[in-house]
């Protein structure tokens, strides 16, 4: 467990399942004060009892409403160490498909979600001269699959974003963490029957949310000197 000097204020969206969720459980199991974000907010509010962290109804998609977000979980602790940008969702098929309601939810999520979390949280942590962006993007923002081409942009978008502010920063840390198949409820998303029984039955060899929340614990916990630039966590047995 932390001592108070090293517990850290930190602000994970898509709180309510999966890999935020665990990381959510994770950090405060550590000892840092979590503030969960997500539009689910029955589930926030037992989450947050479990595992006494403050939380607010989040939409991503929303500039004000990420603002609202950050400015609550400010207000509640007086600072904001760190932002894990995890808010996503995947739902996948073929370009030839042309559902273009379904890219624009992925661009608005996966990518403009980020860009609203880091305007957000940017203006604090550089009044504070410290900060950390831990960035999720995915194995398919290091490599394109069929079906997952507009997801895999949004994911190659988000790990070029963070590098360019990575080198921007010389006192906030950025980490973009890439992981293969985990078990959540991402496929819930994915509307196309074909490509989601396809993509669920390679979810045989997925690995737990918890390894994910592990590797962002680990970055979180270096020393303020030490940026862990990228992470990227798959299955042992995913090709
Ligand atoms: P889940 O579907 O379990 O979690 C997604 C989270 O995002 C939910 O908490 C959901 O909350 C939240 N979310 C979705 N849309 C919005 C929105 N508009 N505003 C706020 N929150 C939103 O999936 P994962 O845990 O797997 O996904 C987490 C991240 O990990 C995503 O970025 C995903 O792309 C990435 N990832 C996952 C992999 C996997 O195999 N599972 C592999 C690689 C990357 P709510 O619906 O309550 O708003």
Same mark, same amino acid.
């Given at each position: ?21 665990? /990381?959510?459980?994770r ?18 509010v037992?989450?947050?009892?479990e ?7 989040l939409? +991503? /998609?929303?500039?004000? #409403?990420?603002? *609202?977000?950050?400015a609550a979980?400010h ?8 932002l +894990? ?10 370009? *030839? ?12 999520? $996966? ?5 609203h979390g ?16 831990? $960035?999720?993007? #995915? +194995? ?23 590098? =360019? ?18 078990? #959540? ?11 989601? #029984?396809?993509?669920r ?8 949310a ?5 590797a ?5 916990d270096q020393?303020? *000197?030490?940026? +862990?630039? *990228? ?7 995913? =090709?």
């Amino acid at each position: 467990m932390l001592d108070g000097m090293n517990s850290k204020v930190v602000l994970v969206t898509g709180a309510s399942s999966g890999i935020g969720e665990a /990381t959510a459980r994770r950090l405060a199991a550590a000892g840092h004060q979590v503030f969960l974000g997500a539009r689910r907010i029955d589930r926030l509010v037992a989450i947050g009892k479990e595992i006494g962290s403050g939380h607010r109804e989040l939409d +991503v /998609t929303s500039l004000e #409403s990420m603002q *609202e977000f950050v400015a609550a979980a400010h207000d509640q602790h007086g600072r904001i160490d760190v932002l +894990v940008n995890n808010a996503g969702v995947m739902p996948l098929s073929m370009v *030839e498909a042309l559902r273009v309601d379904e890219w624009n939810q992925m661009i608005d999520v $996966n990518l403009r979600g980020v860009l609203h979390g880091i305007a957000a949280v940017l203006p604090i942590m550089r009044d504070q001269r410290s900060g950390h962006i831990v $960035n999720i993007s #995915s +194995v398919s923002g290091l490599r394109v699959d069929p079906t997952a081409a507009v997801y895999s942009a949004t994911k190659f978008a988000v790990r070029a974003l963070s590098e =360019g502010l990575r080198q921007e920063s010389r006192d906030i840390r950025v980490t973009v963490v890439s992981p293969g198949l985990t078990r #959540s409820e991402l496929t819930d998303g994915i509307n196309d029957t074909d490509v989601r #029984s396809a993509v669920r039955g390679q979810m045989d060899i997925a690995i737990p949310a918890t390894a994910i929340a592990d590797a962002i614990n680990y970055a979180i916990d270096q020393p303020a *000197e030490v940026d +862990v630039n *990228e992470l990227v966590i798959r299955p042992t047995a995913q =090709g």
